[in-house]
Nanobody, 118 residues
Framework: QVQLVESGGGLVQAGGSLRLSCTAS????????MGWFRQAPGLEREFLAAVSWSGGSTDYADSVKGRFTISRDNIKNTVYLQMNSLKPEDTAVYYCTGVLGRQPLGSWGQGTQVTVSS
């Protein structure tokens, strides 16, 4: 079983940037598409971005397209989410997991909190 640990969250002003990391331990995830999701208080968890196992194909939700970039390093067993032009509505706990299309497949880690102040 793969254990996923998200990191890189924090407090940032609107317009700022953060880079999130998701590192896997246990079984490798190099043969799986991976995705990032987020959940704000009182809201359902939402899909943000996905990257194919090779890293050659990506998919983004409209809410983050053009601002967020997903990438991966299979040697380091790590998936990244570069977040630019952050907005207060991006405030949430961010998670990564394996995906099929935009659907989450695996278990969730503890997530990393992102707070964007106005």
């Amino acid at each position: 079983q793969v254990q996923l640990v998200e990191s890189g969250g924090g407090l940032v002003q609107a317009g700022g940037s953060l880079r999130l990391s998701c590192t896997a331990s246990g079984r490798t995830f190099s043969n799986k598409a991976m995705g990032w999701f987020r959940q704000a208080p009182g809201l359902e968890r939402e899909f943000l971005a996905a990257v194919s196992w090779s890293g050659g194909s990506t998919d983004y939700a409209d809410s983050v397209k053009g601002r967020f970039t997903i990438s991966r390093d299979n040697i380091k067993n790590t998936v990244y989410l570069q977040m630019n032009s952050l907005k207060p509505e991006d405030t949430a706990v961010y998670y990564c997991t394996g995906v099929l299309g935009r659907q989450p497949l695996g278990s969730w880690g503890q997530g990393t909190q992102v707070t964007v102040s106005s």
